[in-house]
C-alpha cells in the first residue's frame, strides 16, 4: 500500500445526509409512502410516533424537509464550495419502486438521481450511496411484515440491481443498509422500524424477529455485493454500521467480561457482512433459547460469497456498561438496563457522550477484527445553533467537536496504520433529525431557516464551521 502512514491524496473528505431526511417532495415525481414519512416530530427525550399511514393532523417532519428535492443544485454549489471530493446521499427506495414490489422501476425517481448525481459529477464530487437508509417503502410494512418477510429479499435486489445498472457509471462507492446493527437493541421501537419495517405484534416474540429480519438483510446485502460486482467490478460496496464501543465501568472483571460480550452483541451483523458467517457464540444463543430462523446452508453461502468491500461506520459517541445493575452478568446485553454514565466524558444536549479518543479506539477495534479499509461515513454534533443579528452563526462547539475527532482519526491513520478511505460529517447541512424529528437538532455547516415547527424561509446561510471545514479540506486536514 502507497502513502501508508498519512491520509492519501485521494481521501474523500465531504458531508453525509440521507433521502429521507433532506429531499421532502415526499409525493412527488410519483413517490411512494416511506417508513419515515409516517414518523410525526418528537422533541428532545420524546420519542417520535408511528402511526397508521398518514394520519390527517399529524406532523410529519419529513414530508417537506429542507425542500432539497427542489434545491439541490444551490446546495451543491455550496458543498462545492467547501471543497467537498464526495457525497454521501441514499437513494430514495420509494422514489424508485414507489410501493416496493413493482417489477419495473419508476423512470422519474430515476431521473431525478441523474440530475442529481450529474449535478455532482460536475464539480468534481464523487456520490456515496446508501441502498437503504430508514425509508423502506410503507407497503412492504403493511402488505408483508417489513422484513419478517423472505419476499423482501427479492424486492431489495431488484431494486438494487435497477439503480446499479442505471448509475453503473456514475456512482463507484455503494452502502447496503444504513446502521443495520442499531437493530440489536431490538426492544426500541424505533430500531426495528427504521431498520426493518417491523411493528411488534401482541404476544410476538421480537427478539426471534428481530434475528430473522437481520438475516434476511444480511442476506439481501450479500446478494447486492455479488450483483454489483458483476455490474461493474470497480464497484466499491461497503456495509454501514453503527459504532458506538462499549466499554467497562471499572476494572471488575465482570464488567470487563460484560463490556466484551456487550461488543460482541451490538457488533455480530458486523461479522456476517465483512466475514461472511455468524460468530459462534450467536449460534449457540439462538438454539439454547429455541429461537426459530429460517437459514438455510445455501444463505450460508451467500454470507460467504458476498462480503462486503469496505466497512462504513458512523461515529457519535461511546456507552459505557456495568455487570452489576438489574441484569446479571449473562450472554445477553440490554441497552436499556446495562448502561451507566462515564464520569470521564462529557455529553451533548441530547445526552450523547462525547468522545473523541473513542474514534480511535473502535477504528483500531474493527481493523484487529476485520482488517478491510474504514470511510468514516458518519460523524457530527446535534446542537441547537444561534444566528446573531447580523445573519453569523458562531458553532464553535461543532468546530471543537469535529476537529477533536479529525485528530484522532488522523492518529489512527498516521500512527496505527489504518486503511481510512474518507471522511464525511454527518448532516453536513441541517436537515431533519432521525431519532427525534426534529429540525432544531442542527449537525451542519450550512444552517437552514426552518425550525421544529416548521416555520422559516429555508434560506440557507453560511455558519463558522463552514468556513473551517473549507480550510481542514484544502490543508489536507492539517489545518484544524
Ligand atoms: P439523530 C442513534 C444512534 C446513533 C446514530 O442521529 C443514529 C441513531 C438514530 O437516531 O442515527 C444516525 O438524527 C443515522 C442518521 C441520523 C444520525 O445518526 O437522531 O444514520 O440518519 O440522522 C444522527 O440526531
Not at 214 to 223: D, N, V
Not at 300 to 305: C, E, P, R, S, T
Not at 316 to 333: D, K, L, Q, R
Not at 413 to 442: F, H, N
Request: hydrophobic residues 35%; charged residues 25%; negative net charge.
Amino acid at each position: 500500500r502507497e502513502n501508508v502512514y498519512k491520509l492519501p491524496q485521494d481521501f474523500l473528505w465531504g458531508g453525509a445526509v440521507a433521502a429521507h431526511q433532506l429531499e421532502g417532495g415526499w409525493r412527488e415525481g410519483n413517490k411512494g409512502i416511506s417508513v419515515a414519512d409516517v414518523m410525526t416530530n418528537g422533541a428532545n427525550g420524546v420519542e417520535r410516533k408511528i402511526t397508521e399511514g398518514v394520519v390527517a393532523g399529524e406532523y410529519y417532519p419529513n414530508h417537506d424537509a429542507i425542500d432539497f428535492y427542489h434545491q439541490y443544485k444551490a446546495d451543491i454549489k455550496l458543498f462545492t464550495e467547501m471543497g467537498f471530493k464526495c457525497f454521501r446521499t441514499s437513494i430514495a427506495w420509494t422514489r424508485i419502486f414507489p410501493k416496493g414490489d413493482e417489477k419495473e422501476p419508476n423512470e422519474e425517481g430515476l431521473k431525478f438521481y441523474d440530475d442529481l448525481f450529474d449535478e455532482c459529477l460536475k464539480y468534481g464530487i464523487e456520490p456515496v450511496i446508501t441502498l437503504s437508509h430508514f425509508e423502506m417503502p410503507y407497503h412492504l410494512v403493511t402488505e408483508y411484515g417489513g422484513w419478517r418477510n423472505r419476499k423482501l429479499i427479492d424486492y431489495f435486489v431488484n431494486f438494487a440491481t435497477t439503480v446499479f445498472e442505471r448509475y453503473k457509471d456514475k456512482v463507484k462507492y455503494w452502502m447496503t443498509f444504513n446502521e443495520i446493527n442499531n437493530q440489536t437493541d431490538y426492544k426500541r421501537g424505533f430500531s426495528i422500524f427504521t431498520n426493518s419495517g417491523i411493528i411488534p405484534k401482541d404476544g410476538e416474540n421480537v427478539e426471534e424477529t428481530m434475528f430473522q429480519a437481520a438475516h434476511y438483510e444480511a442476506i439481501a446485502s450479500a446478494l447486492a455485493v455479488q450483483i454489483g460486482h458483476k455490474i461493474n467490478p470497480e464497484f466499491k460496496i461497503g456495509a454501514m454500521i453503527a459504532m458506538v464501543p462499549l466499554y467497562p465501568a471499572t476494572s471488575d472483571p465482570k464488567d470487563i467480561l460484560k463490556a466484551q460480550r456487550a461488543m460482541q452483541w451490538r457488533y455480530w451483523l458486523g461479522d456476517l457482512q465483512v466475514l461472511g458467517k455468524y460468530p459462534e457464540w450467536l449460534l449457540r444463543y439462538q438454539a439454547e433459547h429455541h429461537l426459530e430462523i429460517d437459514r438455510t446452508l445455501e444463505d450460508l453461502d451467500v454470507l460467504q460469497a458476498g462480503t462486503v468491500d469496505y466497512l462504513g461506520f458512523s461515529y457519535y459517541m461511546s456507552f459505557t456498561v456495568s455487570a452489576h445493575g438489574a441484569a446479571e452478568t449473562v450472554f445477553a446485553y440490554d441497552e436499556m438496563e446495562d448502561l451507566v454514565r462515564n464520569e470521564y466524558l462529557p455529553a451533548s444536549d441530547w445526552g450523547w457522550q462525547i468522545d473523541p479518543e473513542g474514534l480511535r479506539y473502535a477504528m483500531n477495534w474493527m481493523n484487529d477484527r476485520y482488517h478491510i479499509p474504514q470511510f468514516i461515513v458518519e460523524n457530527g454534533l446535534g446542537a441547537i445553533d444561534k444566528v446573531e443579528e447580523d445573519g453569523s452563526i458562531h458553532d464553535e462547539y461543532r468546530i471543537d467537536y469535529l476537529k477533536k475527532h479529525i485528530e484522532q482519526m488522523k492518529l489512527a491513520v498516521e500512527k496505527d496504520g489504518i486503511e481510512l478511505m474518507g471522511y464525511t460529517p454527518w448532516g453536513c447541512i441541517d436537515l431533519v433529525s432521525a431519532g427525534s424529528g426534529q429540525m432544531d437538532k442542527r449537525y451542519g455547516f450550512i444552517y437552514v431557516d426552518k425550525n421544529d415547527k416548521a416555520e422559516g424561509t429555508l434560506k440557507r446561510s453560511r455558519k463558522d464551521s463552514f468556513y473551517w471545514y473549507k480550510k481542514v479540506i484544502e490543508s489536507q486536514g492539517t489545518q484544524l
